[in-house]
């Protein structure tokens, strides 16, 4: 583990593959380091194999990671974790809870989510036990918020334990399987990549990049 979780008593979780990390991320991160005071440290934590999407096309944790520092050291507050990585297997947010309490019980955790994958998220592994470690931060996206607040109270009224806090976002409306295609086709935009990673891509010809 790289980050001392032992320093801080309140930290915010942005998982992903970052595959590769665009501004709609680093936007979502800004937004919650400024919505979210209380939080000392966001940690970027890149998946190792998420447990809900075709990994097939996730490139190595070497230049995820690598690309993530990049543009944390833009950030303020924001530091990369590679706890994910170094456990290894299919990433299930219950054990990264479990393993952040083993170091620092006392810790007050956030976990950022998009606000539509409260759908989903009884079908989350150990989905219970999540709730009790955390506090949810939905950040809409593409998703109607009145909807979603309907439904997040219904779930707080099923789940007690469960507690969720909404994130208003501008954030880029871009995925990284856009991106990816883009650069595979000999395009990339500012517009959606720092240029830090910009140039990252190009001098290690990722992604079909040649």
Known sequence: MDI??????CIGILGGTFNPVHKGHT????????QFPDIEGLILMPNN???YKDCAHIISSEHRLNMLKLVS??????????????????????DTLNQI?????????????GADSLYNIEKWCNYRDIFKKCT????????????????????????PELKIKF??????????????ASIKEGN???????????????????????
């Open 4 to 9: 001392d979780l032992k320093k801080f008593n």
């Open 136 to 159: 949810i931060i939905a950040a809409k996206r593409d998703c109607n918020l009145d909807d979603i607040k309907e439904y997040s109270d219904k779930l707080i009224l099923k789940y």
């Open 73 to 94: 050291d833009k950030l303020p507050k924001t530091y990369v974790s590679n706890m994910e990585i170094m456990r290894g297997g299919t990433t299930y947010t219950i």
């Open 27 to 34: 936007m979502l991160a800004r937004e919650v380091i400024e």
């Open 188 to 210: 990339i935009d500012e517009k959606y990549l720092d240029i830090s990673i910009l140039n990252y891509i190009k001098v290690n010809n990722l992604y079909g990049w040649t």
């Open 167 to 180: 994130l208003e976002t501008q954030a880029i409306n871009i995925s990284s399987s856009q991106l990816r």
């Open 101 to 113: 309490k083993s170091i620092n019980e006392n810790t007050k955790i956030y976990f950022i989510i």
């Open 49 to 51: 194999l998420p447990a």
